[in-house]
């Protein structure tokens, strides 16, 4: 569990900091606090986590879908 977590917060992070890059760099404060009028998608507010979200069912689909290969092929 602590593993998925970790997992998770590390695809935030880095789709936080590709998408947002000069954001960050130079104003980090204001556009965080920006976040809650957001329209980003549709999904306001919680776009970050949703589409981190989706990020991370393909990635532990792909895991699964790996693990299921080398299972099999032993």
Do not use: A, C, W
């Not at 997992?7 to 809650?36: A, G, K, R, W």
């Not at 069912?57 to 099999?72: A, N, Q, T």
């Amino acid at each position: 569990m602590k593993k998925e977590l970790i997992i998770f917060l590390f695809i935030l992070l880095i789709l936080s900091l590709f998408s947002h890059f000069n954001d960050f760099f130079t104003h980090p404060i204001e556009h965080i606090q920006s976040l809650p009028q957001s329209t980003t998608y549709g999904l306001g507010f919680l776009h970050p986590i949703i589409i981190t979200f989706v990020v991370y069912l393909l990635l532990l689909i792909l895991r699964f879908i790996i693990k299921f290969i080398k299972i099999k092929l032993l």
